[in-house]
């Protein structure tokens, strides 16, 4: 088999079994920074109606800022590959996800606070899969928001956790670390 066929191969074997994978989008997604807000507060009787708001419209903001920072101009596979054979710097889910939630942190939210879930660490036929998540200070994961611009091109993408069956999501910190050079493994990536 020449290199080409196997890359071409390949290539096709990992779009098929891509559980990271996403579309490329221009629209926002869900109801936009409204919906977001209203969701947001609906996390508790604590959550901040002004910080609501606010945390809407920045984390729209950071995906627009993201995805501008990581020259996104393909599908998110396609700039995975690009970043994986050295051709773009970022833009892999973990980036996202790592930046979103340190950029949200600095913004210093008093009643919300942001954290990051992995999905498919424990499958070996599917690619990992990293996102941001806010939820009321002090609450459960579980009940939060997945805010996940990675899937649709660097467009927010966001949903209630338990409503994204696309993914069976894990917190970041529950899910141990996957060694460099180990291969395939029943963990996550390091970041």
Request: with cysteine.
């Amino acid at each position: 088999m020449t290199t080409r066929r196997a890359m071409i191969l390949g290539a096709g074997a990992m779009g098929l079994l891509a559980g990271c994978s996403g579309t490329r989008s221009t629209l926002g997604t869900q109801s936009g920074t409204a919906g977001l807000e209203a969701a947001m507060l609906a996390l508790g009787p604590n959550v901040d109606p002004a910080e609501a708001a606010r945390a809407a419209r920045l984390a729209y903001s950071v995906s627009s800022d993201l995805a501008r920072e990581y020259e996104i101009t393909d599908l998110p596979l396609v700039h995975n590959a690009k970043v994986n054979i050295g051709i773009k710097k970022r833009g892999l889910c973990y980036h996202w996800a790592r930046d979103v939630q340190t950029r949200m942190v600095h913004a210093r939210f008093a009643t919300l606070q942001f954290d990051r879930l992995v999905a498919n660490a424990d499958n070996p036929f599917l690619l990992e899969h990293s996102t941001a998540v806010v939820l009321a200070r002090g609450g459960n994961w579980r009940d939060g928001i997945v805010l996940d611009p990675w899937r649709t091109g660097g467009t927010l993408h966001w949903d209630h956790v338990l409503s994204d069956t696309k993914y069976n999501w894990k917190l970041r910190a529950d899910v141990p670390i996957r060694k460099r050079g180990a291969g395939v493994s029943l963990a996550r990536a390091d970041g």
